[in-house]
């Protein structure tokens, strides 16, 4: 995880976390243009994010009953003003694009399967997020309408040639996705926390929820690619997590959603 000290301390931080700053070294370590992450170097580390308002409720409410089950970190407070604010503690471990990690792909491939697995075998009957599949499919059609098809992070769209025949694919087999298990919803490299190659804790869990366990395979596939640069390890990741669960013909489906967002 990447941190550049700042020199200027963010002004719109609310007042109720003011205090946290005092005499602290503040790092951005943002990932993505949606939400800036800030590290704040105090007691045992915090870490603070910024996004639209309402925008990360969900993610409070999934990381709070991760934390519940012992796979998540603590929020300390969660603030929807102009914008929304989420606190949670620093997290043990580094995350799974560390080098460390990254090194040892063989043994990355079988870690992240076999969690993953682990995960999807949890009882869920108190999961505050009943159904993810609901707000899943209404995303894909949203997006589909408002005319984004994503080619930048999927460059081959997984074999559709155009949004309308992905969208035909998915209309078409939306129903075999199933809420059956607990899932984390972007299961990819950078939220999956590791202490020496053990399970520490995972992290941006805004899509978690009771969902269908082909959307996390799906993204567990992907990342091996988009952070190693090849489809080299994309079996070895099905045979680790478990041929047994899963329908290849469902993963195309979940492609068929992906390519819209």
């Given at each position: 995880?990447?941190?550049?000290?700042?020199?200027?301390?963010?002004?719109?931080?609310?007042?109720?976390?003011?205090?946290?700053?005092?005499?602290?070294?503040?790092?951005?370590?943002?990932?993505?243009?949606?939400?800036?992450?800030?590290?704040?170097?105090?007691?045992?580390?915090?870490?603070?994010?910024?996004?639209?308002?309402?925008?990360?409720?969900?993610?409070?409410?999934?990381?709070?009953?991760?934390?519940?089950?012992?796979?998540?970190?603590?929020?300390?407070?969660?603030?929807?003003?102009?914008?929304?604010?989420?606190?949670?503690?620093?997290?043990?471990?580094?995350?799974?694009?560390?080098?460390?990690?990254?090194?040892?792909?063989?043994?990355?491939?079988?870690?992240?399967?076999?969690?993953?697995?682990?995960?999807?075998?949890?009882?869920?009957?108190?999961?505050?997020?009943?159904?993810?599949?609901?707000?899943?499919?209404?995303?894909?059609?949203?997006?589909?309408?408002?005319?984004?098809?994503?080619?930048?992070?999927f460059p081959d769209?997984?074999?559709y040639r155009s949004?309308?025949?992905?969208?035909?694919?998915?209309?078409?087999?939306?129903?075999?996705?199933?809420?059956?298990?607990?899932?984390?919803?972007?299961?990819?490299?950078?939220?999956?926390?590791?202490?020496?190659?053990?399970i520490s804790k995972?992290?941006?869990?805004?899509?978690?929820?009771?969902?269908?366990?082909?959307?996390?395979?799906?993204?567990?596939?992907?990342?091996?690619?988009?952070?190693?640069?090849?489809?080299?390890?994309?079996?070895?990741?099905?045979?680790?997590?478990?041929?047994?669960?899963?329908?290849?013909?469902?993963?195309?489906?979940?492609?068929?959603?992906?390519?819209?967002?």
């Amino acid at each position: 995880m990447k941190k550049t000290l700042l020199t200027n301390i963010p002004n719109d931080i609310p007042s109720e976390l003011e205090r946290l700053i005092i005499g602290a070294k503040i790092y951005d370590s943002s990932c993505s243009p949606e939400a800036r992450v800030y590290y704040i170097d105090k007691d045992n580390g915090y870490f603070l994010k910024k996004s639209e308002k309402d925008s990360l409720k969900k993610e409070a409410v999934m990381t709070s009953y991760f934390y519940s089950k012992g796979l998540g970190t603590e929020v300390l407070n969660y603030i929807s003003d102009t914008y929304d604010w989420l606190l949670t503690a620093k997290v043990i471990g580094e995350d799974c694009t560390h080098e460390t990690y990254l090194s040892d792909p063989i043994k990355l491939c079988d870690t992240i399967a076999t969690e993953l697995r682990k995960l999807h075998e949890l009882d869920f009957s108190d999961c505050p997020v009943k159904n993810r599949i609901q707000d899943y499919l209404a995303l894909a059609e949203t997006n589909y309408k408002n005319g984004t098809y994503d080619k930048s992070a999927f460059p081959d769209s997984f074999g559709y040639r155009s949004a309308d025949e992905a969208i035909a694919v998915l209309n078409d087999g939306k129903n075999e996705l199933k809420a059956d298990v607990l899932i984390h919803g972007d299961y990819c490299l950078p939220n999956i926390m590791l202490d020496n190659w053990k399970i520490s804790k995972f992290i941006d869990l805004g899509n978690g929820g009771i969902g269908d366990r082909h959307i996390d395979i799906f993204w567990g596939i992907w990342t091996l690619w988009f952070n190693l640069k090849t489809y080299k390890y994309s079996s070895r990741f099905l045979d680790a997590y478990g041929r047994d669960k899963i329908n290849t013909d469902i993963l195309k489906i979940v492609a068929a959603a992906e390519v819209f967002g």
